[in-house]
């Protein structure tokens, strides 16, 4: 079975707990929730009046309060419930989150974006995703959980990558959402003519299983404009980019934080090398 590590760094919301358990359920995934706090908020017990000393119940730390959301998430539907559970021991290096995910052969690492977090340190997200072999989904704080439904591969196609072409398919699929390719030229590459970039397009798509898969050529020079066209004119709910390739740079700068780039209030899916 398929397994999604679940990063909590004190910035726990319904939206990201919604989000992971929705991707579980649609691929039939296990979820691992692993802390990369240094330290752990934890909420003070509640004492019954007269009584000192006796706790209604045991203080709560961030990990608990996640796993709980998740559980009550959970048994609220009567499908598939995928197994939640928590890793052992706390990390605190990006390193260590890399080999775990190895280790258990994750199929997506996931984690929230936000500027605030409960930690008094987290996990460098762009050393994380420098040592991944699967893919990372940031997930925007104010995200309300809802499904995902239109898929964008922003890339130049002419290095379309068949592979996480052929992940986002089983995806797609699972979830019965859509999938486009988004054609941006490469910086310093002159762009494709419409007739070679459906050529090029219709050649991927025949080592696809059957999907919902559209083709979008982008004319717009510059590349925020174009964003917000596919994220407010054409309503993408997730947005792929590999790391350091084609216009990661150009959208998410010189180096992966936990604050995603104004403008983008979507969750990013970034794939490895």
């Not at 330290?39 to 009584?51: F, H």
């Not at 994750?106 to 072999?133: H, K, P, Y």
């Not at 893919?135 to 309300?144: I, K, S």
Request: aromatic share 6%; glycine share 6%.
């Amino acid at each position: 079975m398929k397994k999604i590590l679940l990063i909590n760094d004190g910035s726990t919301t319904v939206g990201l707990a919604a989000m992971a358990l929705q991707i579980a359920k649609t691929i039939r995934a296990e979820i691992l929730i692993v802390q990369t706090c240094y330290q752990t908020k934890a909420y003070p017990a509640k004492v019954l009046a007269g009584t000192p000393g006796l706790a209604v119940r045991s203080p709560e730390t961030e990990t608990d309060r996640l796993f709980r959301l998740l559980q009550q998430l959970n048994g609220g539907y009567d499908d598939f419930q995928p197994t939640v559970s928590v890793a052992e021991h706390p990390v605190t290096e990006a390193s260590i989150v890399a080999e775990l995910a190895l280790r258990t052969d994750c199929w997506m690492v996931v984690c929230g974006c936000s500027e605030r977090t409960a930690c008094q340190s987290s996990i460098d997200f762009q050393s994380l995703l420098n040592r991944l072999r699967c893919p990372l989904l940031l997930v925007p704080e104010n995200w309300a959980g809802d499904p995902i439904r239109r898929i964008t591969y922003m890339t130049d196609l002419r290095y379309c990558r068949h592979d996480i072409m052929r992940y986002l398919a089983e995806w797609v699929i699972a979830s019965q959402a859509s999938l486009s390719l988004a054609h941006f030229s490469k910086k310093g590459l002159a762009p494709i003519v419409e007739s070679y970039g459906l050529q090029l397009f219709a050649d991927i798509a025949r080592q696809l299983p059957g999907c919902p898969l559209t083709f979008n050529n982008i004319r717009e020079p510059n590349i925020h404009r174009a964003l917000d066209v596919l994220i407010n004119g054409l309503h993408s709910d997730l947005l792929v980019l590999i790391n350091h390739r084609f216009h990661f740079k150009e959208i998410i700068g010189d180096h992966l934080t936990t604050q995603l780039p104004e403008g983008i209030g979507i969750p990013i899916l970034l794939f490895p090398l």
